[in-house]
């Protein structure tokens, strides 16, 4: 039997995805992926369950990449299976129905940094250090990087990144829109915690909906993207957290949601 390198835990309405392969740097293989996949999948069905906190265990590292000693002699049929396998994991972060906060406590590198970008927010300890690396081993981010990045930041910061290699800390990342809030390194699970409990206080469904808006919309022209958020809007009339939500605000209480 594999080793188990990726759980997922629910405390309360906050579920915790931890990548746990610290004597690598939680760097990504395909076992990983993997399990980080079937992962996502739990958080997914979990009721109870209104977003997920993704990181990386052992205090030095979020992830430090694609694994490069698995990389070295892949043949390229393999080689696509895990190109596919990467790209569908971080596909599904983006396709979750909740959101994810990545919590960064160290490297976040390559395909680490690919990974927390498919995510909706990113929080990081002092301590952390981003980077697309890539370039140094004679490749380029191949789990999205160059797209979402450049989407993220501008595409002359995002040439900046790739082309040097650079590492940066967390406060720099910060300013490039990168990271959105730097957190003391004992404070960064509550923080992140305090977040998902927030916004599971709100509706669900219309967390949800807005989650997909944002993903499926921005890249569209501005009609395409506006209509969209019209289908996504009129989904959320005749929902039972809809008239809650509405309800409770014109008796001045607080809603109760079912995510119905
Ligand atoms: N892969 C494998 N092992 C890694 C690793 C990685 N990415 N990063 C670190 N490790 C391992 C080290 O080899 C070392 O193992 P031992 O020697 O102890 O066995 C252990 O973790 C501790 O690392 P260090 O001893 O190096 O620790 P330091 O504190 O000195 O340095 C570091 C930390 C993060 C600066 C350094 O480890 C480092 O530079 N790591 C590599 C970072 C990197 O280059 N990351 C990008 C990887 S390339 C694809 C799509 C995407 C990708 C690939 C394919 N397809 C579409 C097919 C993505 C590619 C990448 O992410």
Not at 183 to 211: F, H, S, T, W
Request: hydrophobic share 45%; charged share 20%.
């Amino acid at each position: 039997m594999s080793e188990t390198y990726v759980t997922y835990s629910r405390d309360g309405v906050v579920g915790t995805i931890t990548i746990d392969r610290p004597r690598a740097l939680n760097a990504l293989n395909p076992e990983v992926l993997v399990q980080l996949s079937q992962c996502l999948k739990e958080a997914e069905f979990d009721r109870e369950c209104l977003g997920v906190i993704l990181t990386g265990a052992g205090g030095k590292a979020f992830v430090a990449g694609a694994d490069i000693a698995s990389m070295l002699d892949l043949p390229p049929a393999e080689g696509l299976r895990f190109a596919e396998l990467g790209l569908s994991t971080l596909q599904q972060i983006e396709d979750l129905s909740k959101p994810v906060i990545a919590a960064i406590n160290g490297f976040a590198l390559g395909g680490g940094m690919e990974l927390a970008l498919a995510c909706d927010m990113i929080y990081a300890s002092p301590k952390s250090k981003l980077g697309q690396p890539e370039v140094k081993l004679g490749i380029i981010p191949g789990f999205g990087g160059t797209q979402r990045l450049a989407r993220l930041v501008g595409k002359n910061r995002a040439r900046e990144i790739i082309f040097t290699g650079d590492m940066y800390d967390a406060q720099t990342a910060a300013a490039f829109g990168l990271v959105q809030a730097v957190v003391p390194e004992a404070e960064l699970m509550d923080y992140c915690r305090g977040m998902i409990n927030k916004i599971g206080r709100m509706g669900p469904l219309a967390v949800a909906q807005a989650k997909r808006a944002i993903n499926k919309g921005t890249d569209l022209a501005l009609d395409s993207g506006l209509a969209i958020e019209k289908l996504a809007f009129m989904s959320l009339f005749g929902t039972s957290d809809q008239r809650e939500g509405m309800t409770a605000f014109l008796e001045k209480r607080n809603a109760v949601f079912k995510g119905e």
